[in-house]
């Protein structure tokens, strides 16, 4: 039978006229809800909770606490790089809760050459949160700056020229975390990173390896009877007024597009029913469609060095772990010509 859903007031309460539109475009397009926008508001909080657990899991072995391996192993050739400056801004591109960045804001702090944190990310909530954190850590010692914006396609170079190489300051561009992995394009916000930089900026970026452990590897809580959808992803389905009796959940390895993902079966056919500007914007879906949540591209270390090549950066230099599930890549601009 045919179903019909209409998304709840906080929906239209948490999500700009903009954003709005990007949703509806990625459910009609791409059968995709897309996975920003779950960090609104509780999601937020759902995703603070999550990555917590992971980093201080320390009986695992995740992505989050390979990253802090790497930011330590990766001080002493930091240090020789960015000698000659004497400030170094530190921009985190999808902060999360600041975990894995303290390290090196510690570091900087001790050395007297931290700049500005600035913390970008299309959440207020997630924005919070790390502010938060950042005051509890270091007090008032840290120039916290937030910024609303997504990076996927928002250029940032206003961020980085309030001061000049000249003046003796550096900025340094982290993307944690596996966001562009997650991207729909990760050709796209590469360029969006790039043509925001400028030299000597240097750019940090850890990401997964594809390897058969991390096909199979998801770090998702899943129910005793069968996968559920987790908290962190389920926040969107949830205001868009998709109950779990409409849906079952898939999540597994698809070896031709070599990406994980998670997404949702449907049992009806289905509408989505969307008031937006002035208008009923109905989205219409057959019984057994699917509707992505989340997912992660698999690439192996050459790819990944070829695609920032590709994009405009210079890799200076990478670090895998002993695994080789994860690798770390320290990057620069490439003036184009």
């Known amino acids: 039978s045919q179903k019909t859903v209409t998304p709840t007031k906080d929906f239209y309460r948490l999500y700009t006229p903009e954003q709005i539109t990007d949703i509806i475009a990625n459910l009609r397009v791409h059968h995709e809800i897309p996975r920003q926008y779950n960090y ?40 020789a790089r960015l000698g000659e400056y004497k400030k170094i801004n530190v921009v985190d591109i999808g902060p999360g809760n600041a975990l894995p960045v303290k390290s090196l804001l510690e570091h900087l702090l001790n050395q007297d050459r931290l700049g500005r944190y600035t913390a970008i990310d299309i959440s207020p909530e997630m924005l919070g949160i790390a502010h938060r954190n950042i005051k509890q850590w270091f007090g008032n010692k840290v120039d916290f700056v937030a910024d609303l914006r997504d990076v996927s396609f928002e250029r940032f170079t206003d961020l980085l020229m309030i001061d000049s190489p000249d003046e003796g300051t550096v900025n340094l561009v982290l993307f944690f975390g596996v966001t562009l992995h997650n991207l729909r394009s990760i050709d796209e916000a590469l360029r969006t990173i790039y043509h925001s930089m400028a030299p000597p900026d240097i750019f940090i970026l850890p990401l997964k390896l594809d390897t058969e452990d991390t096909r199979r590897n998801f770090h998702f809580n899943t129910g005793s009877r069968g996968v559920t959808l987790p908290p962190q992803h389920k926040f969107l389905v949830d205001l868009l007024g998709i109950e779990s009796a409409l849906y079952d959940v898939e999540m597994d390895f698809d070896e031709e597009l070599r990406q994980r993902y998670l997404r949702l079966r449907l049992k009806y ?69």
Request: net charge negative; with cysteine; proline share 2%.
């Open 40 to 79: 609104m508001d509780k999601g937020a909080v759902y995703w603070d909770e999550y990555s917590t657990k992971l980093f201080n899991d320390v009986d695992a072995n995740n992505y989050l606490q390979s990253t802090e391996q790497f930011m330590l192993l990766s001080r002493p050739y930091l240090d």
């Open 269 to 337: 056919s289905l509408t989505i029913s969307i008031e937006h500007q002035g208008k009923t914007q109905r989205i219409t879906f057959d019984k057994g469609d699917t509707l992505l949540v989340w997912r992660c591209w698999h690439q192996n270390a050459q790819e990944i060095i070829a695609q920032l090549e590709k994009n405009g950066f210079g890799v200076l230099q990478t670090m895998q772990t002993k695994e080789h599930d994860c690798m770390l890549t320290i990057a620069d601009i490439k003036p184009e010509h």
